[in-house]
């Protein structure tokens, strides 16, 4: 029996069929495995196995520190999403519950080569030249934390200065307490500006252009 | 941690957007059960309809088990949406997801619905079926603390709470509901009720008294929460004494009602003094051609089932005008 029901393997095979360019996945684990490692590794083996357009390359935390270093991975389970280059979306912890799906659009987003932002929403954020970094905390059970971590990854992908992390808060519990989360989605711009709550791409840009005043 | 499983909340193929150039037969606006009902009803009557929502769910996805619902005992709320949601995307009618509704006007004896990012639809007919949003707790301390020990989503928040000394702020099934979950995280629970007694269905009642660390403290009013980085007490009031305590606490849950999402229809359709839409038995608002179904909706007793069947009720009825005012 593999990681996904059944019924879900069947419907994910159909919405593969809409991939277009190809979607390379990288996941960090290590040798020996945390729970969450080995069932995210499991479930990505599983998931990619469904679509020749997706590949899947796994590296070691510890041995293969160099690759670590340049995609700049300090935790696992770690997943990163490449298209034409890597746009800077990661998923820190196991994307399971509402965040499963996230992973999926995000794959489907990667291979349009498209993040579906308005040009107008794109353009108020086109002068960035700082890095910023984006960390969505989030918890399994939120239903709204999903629309949080693709919109940040959307922006991610729209702009280059952007990096974004799905972090999850349960087994991170250290930065759960570092950024004192105690409401999910917790969304933390460049450590220094945090808003609580999902919002549309408007709004998330300004909290993006906030974020960099108070830099 | 408990294992959440991958939810999968996709439709297998991408549904068509509604087109900003058509004049639809019917418009639904919500994604909820009144609205996923609605949908049902009018695909089947084979009107030319849209679906424009935020999200599927509405508020049933902050719930974590339902036990009231025709044909289920208990049903995770997340299978019951995906449920409702893949009935609904079965008829592969346009649906536009992410969308909140800013206005709906009448134009030319047909009705123009306006988006928030400023997309434009037009219908002979709507159903607006926009549910309700949680009423905000409106004390000193209540802003400021959101999302830093205030929280209205337990399913959300609950794990932060692991153990922790909390307050759920009400006395009806939401507030049960929201202590079950915090049951689940062995939270020290303290039930704080504005009114005398407790207003939540007997049966959830027994389950969440059997818990030992929960107290009950009905006839209380909540006067103002205080902290410093996150909360870290709440000072409330004994109505029949007027004796005041601070309590010690990590977090507090708000679950003292809900307030209709009406804000789209205010100015056109006749509301009562807390911002339901009037509706008469067939879902008719005051303005013909516009239908309202569900917990937006003056009809007492917002359940998941009342609202479904308000929805099909309310499609009904839009397929009876459409066919009475010639407009099919």
Known sequence: MGTIADKDRERLKTIFEALIHPVHIIMFTQEFECEFCRMTRELLEEVTGLAEKISLEIFDFVNDKDQAQKYRIDKIPAILLIGDRDYGIRFFGMPGGYEFTTLIQDFLMVSRRDHGLPHEVVSTLSGIENPVHIQVMISPGCPYCAQAVHMAHRFAMAVSAITADMVETTEFPYLATKYNVQGVPKIIINEKHSVVGSMPEKEFAQEILKALQKS | ?328
């Open chain 2, 1 to 328: 941690m408990e294992f959440p499983g991958f939810i999968l909340n996709l439709p297998q193929t991408e549904a068509h957007k509604p087109d900003q150039g058509i004049l639809y037969d019917l418009l639904i606006v919500g994604g909820g059960p009144a609205a996923m009902s609605a949908v049902i009803y009018a695909a089947r009557k084979m009107l030319n309809c849209a679906l424009i929502t935020i999200d599927f769910g509405g508020l049933i996805r902050e719930t974590s088990e339902i036990e009231n619902y025709l044909g289920f005992q208990s049903i995770d709320a997340r299978d019951l949406v995906a449920r409702f949601e893949e009935h609904v995307r079965s008829f592969r009618i346009p649906v536009l997801t992410g969308a909140a509704v800013k206005e709906i006007r009448k134009q030319n004896g047909d009705f123009l619905l306006l988006t928030e990012s400023g997309q434009q639809f037009s219908g002979k007919t709507v159903i607006f079926a926009a549910g309700e949003g949680h009423r905000q707790l409106l004390i000193p301390g209540s802003k400021e603390f959101v999302g830093r020990g205030i929280s209205y989503c337990t399913t959300c928040d609950a794990p932060f709470f692991r153990e922790k000394k909390v307050i759920i702020a009400g006395g009806g099934n939401s507030a049960f509901t929201t202590a079950i979950d915090l049951m689940r995280v062995h939270a020290e629970i303290t039930m704080i009720n504005f009114a005398e007694d407790w207003q939540a269905d007997g049966t959830l009642q027994q389950r969440v008294k059997k818990y030992d660390r929960i107290q009950f403290l009905d006839h209380h009013e909540i006067l103002r929460i205080e902290g410093s980085k996150s909360v870290e007490s709440v000072v409330i009031k004994n109505r029949s004494t007027g004796q005041e305590v601070s309590i010690q606490v990590d977090g507090i849950f708000i679950e003292i009602g809900l307030v209709p999402n009406s804000g789209p229809v205010k100015n056109l359709a006749q509301l009562n003094r807390i911002g339901e839409v009037i509706i008469d038995c067939t879902c008719r608002t005051n303005i013909p051609g516009l239908f309202s179904a569900g917990d937006v909706t003056a009809i007492p007793h917002k359940q998941i089932i009342i609202s479904a069947g308000d929805g099909a009720k309310a499609a009904l009825s839009a397929y009876d005008y459409l066919i009475e005012t010639a407009k099919i």
